[in-house]
RNA sequence: GUGCCUAUGGUGUAAUGGUUAGCACUAGAGCUUGUGGAGCUUUCAGUUCGGGUUCGAAUCCCGAUAGGCACCCCA
């Protein structure tokens, strides 16, 4: 005897049965719709893309050890996209000369990544990518705000449920290069510490600023225990960091304009990576049992610049389908189940079901969605089975309709009964 | 990758180291001969896997696997 075989989903990722499928594809349905509103266009690639191309940007740390990466029957390293906005930057880069811009672009991939499973957090899932290319003023930024915004209203939530949160790499990097005049190691670590502010203890925070910063650690606290952004803009030196500073309160107020006034400049908020050039952003859920970033995102004018183009101007930010669920679920907006077919019909005896299935197409043509019951069961079954289904119409096929070419549609819900033919 | 917690039919659960691992739901079969949602009868199905301790293990120990939590990382 072979050993029977684990029905388990591989580490990491997940089965989507009918009832997830119905939920996943009402979050797709979201994201493609208001993308479409906003005059993008869908593009996909292949899942998987040369190593390089992620090596060139992340380094070889984050693809050895946080991607599925392997050597295909040619040598060539393969990697399956951990991420998209890699390959949207190559796909550009690849028809730069003969593309419209600005170019509007939406996606929805599935993405790897090789990292601990846990909560919010799995192997493969799905993202919405929304990129704007050719775009140097912040209006780019204004409007993919306003995108996201607009998604997350139509997962449920109220503008009091959740929070936009800005910040600026170029305004962190000015206050941690030029003001402080830390070199490129320490302002990493710098970097890191103030990301991780949230979670650790003030104090614990403090001492360990205070060991990178030394004498200059009160300070750069002071700026960034600022109560708002009129109130670092007063704090700062220099010209080009106060201009840094206004690209946040422009951003601000031109979605304050829109009528989107839960956005806050939090300096805190860093995102991950390198290639961001200017504002970074995410959205984030107020509920606790839920404080994830729902979107995230910024400006990354350099990235088409590894492929040996000159620069092009980019805004984009991803929103993953597992944070979507999860709200949904919090909120209580996720969609209800649906019956799979309009119209059921029941077969008598099997010697009917030829009958049947013309009876099935008719109503098809007719934009029905229509299923016949081929189980050769008895006539209660049958209905019972179409009623736990949550069909909402029946029709019954025996000898007598096949004879004169007459059927009754039966309405579950009232039982009433309406003669066709 | 590291540490901690958890693991019983498809689902949810019960079982002082000692009966044949119990219950509910679901699923299958049957009972009322062409109109359902009910009821009754009945069947299938489980201790995640591999070792160990013990006269005896769902229960204790070790390892693996999976999930959760924290770290790491966050695209």
Same mark, same amino acid.
Request: aromatic share 10%.
């Given at each position: 005897?072979?050993k029977?075989l684990s029905t388990d989903a591989y580490k990491g990722v997940r089965d989507f049965?009918? %009832?997830?499928?119905?939920?996943? &594809?009402?979050?797709? /349905? $979201?994201? =493609?719709?208001?993308?479409? *509103?906003?005059?993008?266009? !869908?593009y996909n690639a292949s899942v998987l893309e040369p190593a390089d191309l992620y090596r060139a940007k992340s380094g070889e740390e984050i693809v050895n050890e946080q991607t599925y990466t392997f050597t295909d029957r040619g040598d060539r390293e393969v990697t399956l996209r951990p991420e998209m906005t890699p390959t949207v930057a190559r796909m550009v880069a690849a ?12 996606s929805i991939p599935n993405l790897f990544r090789y990292e601990q499973p846990q909560?919010g957090r799995v192997r493969e899932h799905w993202q919405l990518n ?9 209006? %780019?930024?204004?409007?993919?705000? &306003?995108?996201?915004? /607009? $998604?997350? =209203?139509?997962?449920?939530? *109220?503008?009091?449920?959740? !929070? ?108 991950g990576f390198d290639y ?27 990235l088409?610049?590894l492929f040996g ?9 991803g929103?993953g389908d597992v ?99």
């Amino acid at each position: 005897m072979a050993k029977k075989l684990s029905t388990d989903a591989y580490k990491g990722v997940r089965d989507f049965f009918p %009832a997830d499928m119905a939920i996943e &594809n009402k979050i797709f /349905d $979201i994201w =493609r719709s208001v993308s479409e *509103k906003y005059g993008y266009e !869908e593009y996909n690639a292949s899942v998987l893309e040369p190593a390089d191309l992620y090596r060139a940007k992340s380094g070889e740390e984050i693809v050895n050890e946080q991607t599925y990466t392997f050597t295909d029957r040619g040598d060539r390293e393969v990697t399956l996209r951990p991420e998209m906005t890699p390959t949207v930057a190559r796909m550009v880069a690849a028809r730069k000369r003969e593309l419209i811009f600005p170019l509007r672009w939406f996606s929805i991939p599935n993405l790897f990544r090789y990292e601990q499973p846990q909560r919010g957090r799995v192997r493969e899932h799905w993202q919405l990518n929304v990129d704007i290319f050719g775009v140097e003023s912040l209006a %780019a930024e204004i409007e993919v705000i &306003n995108m996201a915004y /607009d $998604i997350t =209203r139509a997962y449920g939530l *109220k503008d009091t449920d959740f !929070e936009i949160r800005l910040n600026s790499r170029k305004l962190m990097n000015y206050i941690l290069r030029d003001m402080f005049g830390l070199d490129a190691e320490i302002s990493r670590k710098v970097s890191k510490l103030v990301d991780k502010k949230d979670k650790l203890p003030a104090d614990v925070f403090n001492s360990e600023i205070e060991k990178l910063l030394s004498v200059k650690a009160a300070e750069f606290l002071a700026l960034l225990n600022s109560k708002n952004l009129t109130d670092l803009s007063a704090k700062i030196s220099g010209k080009s960091g106060v201009n840094n500073a206004s690209e946040i309160q422009t951003i601000i107020d031109g979605l304050a304009n829109l009528g989107i006034k839960n956005v806050r400049f939090d300096p805190t908020l860093m995102r991950g990576f390198d290639y961001y050039t200017g504002i970074v952003f995410e959205v984030f859920d107020l509920n606790p049992a839920n404080r994830r970033s729902v979107f995230g995102g910024g400006r990354y004018d350099d990235l088409l610049a590894l492929f040996g183009n000159e620069k092009v101007p980019a805004v984009g930010f991803g929103a993953g389908d597992v944070i979507a669920r999860d709200l949904m679920e919090t909120y209580g907006t996720l969609p209800p189940a649906l019956a799979s077919a309009d119209i059921a019909i029941c077969v008598v005896e099997e010697k009917n079901t030829l009958f049947a299935l013309e009876v099935a197409s008719e109503l098809r043509d007719e934009g029905n969605r229509v299923s016949v019951d081929l189980s050769g069961k008895k006539l209660g079954d049958q209905i019972s089975k179409a009623n736990k289904r949550g069909v909402a119409k029946v029709i019954c096929i025996g000898d007598e309709e096949v004879k004169t070419g007459q059927y009754r549609v039966k309405d579950m819900k009232t039982g009433a009964e309406e003669e066709i033919g």
